[in-house]
């Protein structure tokens, strides 16, 4: 359950653990391992392979909506419609035999189930009807045309076989089916702009699609009596013109039943009369609806940008009255569109009251989706989340992002930090105190960095100040929140996090000149993780072997693959065994679980702040340091009581 919930996480760190447990199977949950084995083929409903698969449905459906109404001009079959006919034939069959493995939403709970019992039991209240009986119908009619082929029936010679291909316009009932389909293909447009777009273009695909059935059935009056000689087919000659000619002719008289133009079809006979006329009034209404649809959709592109027209036609306006020059006029207004494009800022779940309508299990999801990019880059929660999937989920809900303008301050020199910042874009520096005295270079706050996490396990102040140096989007994790929930996690008083606790302020009090709000040696954090979190790994692990029957306790591959990334200190052993054994100097009264393995691949990767040894962020005072040690813990302390 764990290593399948993670998969997603582990991916984010560029690598995916291979489990190796061996579990005891008994007779009773052989049936309940078979239906484990058909669970694990179900699709989820919005994956790419399944949307792939829909919009090929959907493009047979176009298909089937064109050809078989344009055959009542008689157009020959030709190799490639016969390849489509028993191509979409297979892919239909296909299709009902997968819709037992793809996942369904359940709307009221918002949640998506993967089940096949429950899948199978869902379709076949829906679907599973109609497409099974479109898919008999289906290939019965190919059945006909191969009997028919080799001479093995006789149809009447070919009118009934004719009347009977006019089944396949059955087929059709599967837009009902792909409605549902289209609406969620076009929620995954997330530009207002292109959404306005992609809907003025179905309705222009709708009109078309309209105008072609009228077309076909308006040949299909023309020629349904050839007895008789008062039709506008023969008026036109169009039956010595070809298939073409005929289909473009109507096409033309059914577009201008839609538009106030004229042509020289006109209707000869009752029948032909009476058709034109429901065909007038229809298009009338379909017709004024588009327009309208069309209008207000203008008029929703043109809002986008309405309040930013606006101060545009009044600075327009002030250079006009104030007899600006041109050349200034220009200069400014190119200053503006830049200053314009460089200060939009992203739209946050906080700016969005009708999220509050979710469900908390949609919240969760969407918090994971939103905030744990950003805040697993640091190895403590991407760790700690490996082990806690859904904790963790809290504490992504904890989170919350804002953004901060160019030149704008983040935090200043003294001020006691509540929260730990994520920077998910943008850049931002770091300055000492009395680093601009020093004349060192500030440090540079990339993307996936962070700042103030000494805020979360000592008492803390800024050393320095931070600010941006373009627009930045930030993650915010406070630091009370982050620790009531780590400590909830497991309320042990040797947890994985409080072990990281205690190893993050006996390495500071070791070496307090490496301490600053934006230290952040990845080599030594990844050390301290892996060093806190061997012997949770191993307690979870014989939990697991105690409820499951694992025989073997092969260490799970998260905390392998974590030590795998520790980068060795080629140049000082001294310095890296310094490292790697504070978890154990920290904790001597723990066993040997708390030893970090003698096999550590070497693997070369920069500092992410930059070294100590090149750009030193000098020590803060002792009084900043040493009296947070008594207090290391905070809630994590608070929650073991």
Aim: net charge positive; glycine share 4%; hydrophobic share 45%.
């Amino acid at each position: 359950m764990r290593a399948g919930s993670s998969r997603r996480m582990q991916a984010r760190r560029g690598f995916v653990p291979e489990f190796t447990l061996v579990k005891v199977v008994t007779e009773k949950t052989e049936k309940r391992r078979c239906w484990s084995c058909l669970n694990s083929l179900v699709m989820f409903p919005g994956s790419n392979k399944r949307l792939a698969f829909e919009i090929f449905g959907l493009l047979l459906i176009i298909y089937d909506l064109v050809w078989w109404p344009a055959q009542v001009f008689g157009f020959a079959s030709v190799p490639f419609t016969r390849a489509i006919l028993w191509l979409s034939s297979a892919f239909w069959a296909f299709d009902l035999l997968l819709s037992f493995f793809v996942g369904f939403t359940i709307i009221d709970q918002g949640l998506i189930e993967m089940r096949v019992s429950k899948i199978a039991r869902n379709y076949a209240r829906t679907w599973l009807p109609m497409d099974l009986s479109l898919v008999l119908l289906d290939w019965t009619l190919n059945a006909l045309i191969l009997l028919s082929h080799y001479g093995v029936a006789d149809f009447g010679g070919g009118a009934v076989w004719e009347k009977a291909q006019v089944l396949r316009l059955l087929r059709l009932l599967r837009l009902f089916k792909a409605s549902s389909f289209i609406s969620a293909l076009s929620d995954r447009i997330q530009s207002e702009t292109r959404r306005i777009l992609v809907r003025v273009l179905k309705l222009l695909v709708f009109i078309m699609l309209i105008n072609h059935l009228i077309a076909c059935s308006w040949y299909g009056i023309g020629i349904n009596d050839v007895e008789r000689e008062d039709t506008w087919v023969k008026a036109n000659d169009l039956n010595e013109k070809g298939a073409v000619y005929a289909y473009t002719t109507a096409l033309h008289w059914s577009i201008t039943q839609f538009v106030p133009a004229s042509m020289e079809v006109v209707p000869k006979n009752e029948l032909e009369r009476s058709f034109t006329i429901v065909v007038i009034v229809s298009a009338m209404v379909i017709f004024s609806s588009f327009i309208s649809t069309i209008t207000n959709a203008m008029n929703q592109l043109r809002n986008l940008n309405s309040e930013r027209n606006a101060e545009l036609i009044k600075l327009r306006r002030f250079f006009s009255e104030n007899k600006i020059s041109t050349p200034l006029v220009a200069r400014i207004s190119s200053c503006i569109h830049q200053s314009t494009k460089l200060t939009s800022s992203r739209v946050h779940s906080e700016d969005i009251s009708i999220l509050e309508l979710l469900p908390v299990s949609l919240k969760c999801d969407l918090a994971e989706e939103v905030y744990a990019p950003t805040l697993c880059a640091h190895p403590l929660i991407f760790t700690w989340a490996e082990y806690y999937p859904r904790e963790s989920k809290r504490l992504f809900v904890a989170a919350r992002s804002f953004s901060l303008g160019t030149k704008h301050e983040l935090f200043h020199a003294g001020q006691v930090p509540e929260n730990i910042y994520f920077l998910s874009s943008g850049q931002m520096v770091f300055i000492r105190d009395n680093q601009e005295l020093a004349k060192e270079p500030p440090a540079i706050v990339s993307p996936g960095q962070w700042l103030a996490e000494p805020a979360m396990w000592i008492k803390w102040k800024h050393v320095g100040h931070s600010s941006s140096t373009e627009n930045c989007e930030l993650v915010v994790l406070p630091c009370d929140a982050a620790a009531r929930i780590l400590s909830q996690s497991n309320p042990s008083t040797d947890s994985g996090a409080r072990r990281y606790a205690r190893t993050f302020a006996a390495y500071f009090t070791k070496k307090p000149d490496r301490l600053s709000d934006v230290w952040a040696d990845m080599d030594v954090i990844e050390a301290m993780v892996s060093t806190a979190f061997i012997k949770e790994e191993r307690e979870l692990l014989r939990q697991e072997a105690a409820s499951t029957g694992i025989k073997n306790t092969t260490p799970f591959a998260t905390l392998t693959a974590l030590h795998d990334r520790v980068v060795k200190y080629s140049a000082d052993t001294q310095q890296r065994n310094d490292i790697l054994g504070i978890g154990s100097s920290d904790n001597s009264d723990n066993s040997d679980d708390d030893s970090v393995p003698p096999a550590i691949s070497t693997i070369s990767r920069p500092l992410a702040m930059g070294s100590p040894n090149t750009s030193p962020l000098f020590a803060i005072n002792t009084l900043n340091v040493v009296p947070g040690i008594a207090s290391v813990f905070r809630h994590l302390t608070q929650g073991s009581k």
